[in-house]
């Protein structure tokens, strides 16, 4: 039995010898699946990054994309305001070469009543005219004369009314009317082609209220339509009376010449009931032919 055993020590030593082989085997292997490991976790890293890399680019090209948005943007909001600022130019020039049209027009409407001999308004009480119109803003006018409808157009042009205006001369009252039109005024205004007394009692008789009345019509006469004008205007409204001068004649002391001595006696009448009725505020101007402004009070 002695003598057999050592052959089982070789076994045994040849075995572990095996088995140490193996281990290295083993081991090797085991390096070399961490080697794999170590390189494919590599390669994932870098795929990471390279991910990465690519998240970035495509947020920088995001971002890119954002600012030239904004950019284009930008230029239609500078398109379109420089289209906003030319478009208000052009309105501007337009309304500016209109109103000069118009301004050309009522010059030629002026130049026709003085080669015509039709009396009109003067330059600087026109002016007044218009300041009343702009500072009372009346809704309603009665005018009394249209002539050729160049008071009417200056009152129309400095305040949105409504012009009712009364002329007897049937030619004058179509030329008025021509004239209107050419300024686009005919839906502002209502004409009577009348004798203004018998036009301004039945408007008493209606009850009608007016907040601006101009009287330009005959001077004999204002003294007579005083009562029913009076009537007419609103509390607060204005009565504005032209030529109330007369040439001169009324403020003349002496011989007024007989075929104004008429007109000139009613005038005068008419400017002591103005001055006396405490339901008016009244000034005088003696300014081209003279004229006042009557404030309604009571």
């Given at each position: 039995m002695n003598e057999r055993e050592p052959k089982n020590?070789?076994?045994?030593?040849?075995?572990c010898r095996n088995s140490d082989e193996n281990s290295v085997i083993i081991q090797d292997h085991k390096i070399k699946l961490d080697e794999n490991c170590r390189v494919f976790d590599m390669k994932n890293d870098e795929k990471c990054r390279n991910l990465d890399v690519n998240s970035v680019i495509i947020h920088d090209n995001l971002f890119n994309n954002d600012e030239i948005c904004r950019n284009n943007n930008m230029k239609d909001d500078n398109c379109r305001n420089n289209k906003i600022r030319f478009d208000e130019k052009r309105r501007k020039y337009d309304k500016k070469c209109l109103e000069e049209q118009k301004d050309n027009?009522?010059?030629?409407?002026?130049?026709?009543?003085?080669?015509?001999?039709?009396?009109?308004?003067?330059?600087?009480?026109?002016?007044?005219?218009a300041v009343v119109c702009r500072d009372y803003s009346p809704n309603k006018i009665l005018e009394i004369g249209t002539a050729i409808g160049y008071s009417g157009i200056i009152m129309l042009k400095n305040c949105s009314a409504h012009l009712f205006t009364i002329e007897k001369e049937g030619e004058r009252a179509s030329l008025a009317?021509?004239?209107f039109k050419s300024y686009n005024f005919?839906?502002?205004?209502?004409?009577?082609?009348?004798?203004?007394q018998i036009v301004i009692e039945k408007m008493c008789n209606s009850g009608e209220k007016f907040d601006l009345i101009f009287l330009d019509g005959p001077k004999g006469q204002y003294v007579k339509y005083y009562?029913?004008?009076?009537?007419?205007?609103?509390?607060?409204?204005?009565?504005?009376?032209d030529n109330i001068n007369?040439?001169?004649?009324?403020?003349?002391?002496?011989?007024?010449?007989?075929?104004?001595?008429?007109?000139?006696?009613?005038?005068?009448?008419?400017?002591?009931?103005?001055?006396?009725?405490?339901?008016?505020?009244?000034?005088?101007?003696?300014i081209d032919d003279g004229y006042s402004i009557s404030k309604k009070v009571f």
């Open positions: 020590d070789i076994k045994l030593d040849d075995n027009l009522l010059q030629g409407i002026k130049d026709y009543a003085k080669e015509n001999f039709i009396p009109i308004v003067r330059e600087d009480t026109a002016k007044r005219l009317e021509e004239n005919s839906d502002r205004v209502t004409q009577f082609v009348d004798d203004a009562p029913y004008l009076k009537k007419l205007l609103a509390k607060g409204g204005v009565l504005f009376c007369l040439l001169g004649y009324v403020k003349q002391e002496g011989k007024i010449p007989h075929k104004h001595r008429s007109m000139v006696n009613n005038l005068r009448k008419f400017i002591e009931i103005l001055q006396n009725d405490s339901d008016f505020e009244t000034e005088f101007y003696d």
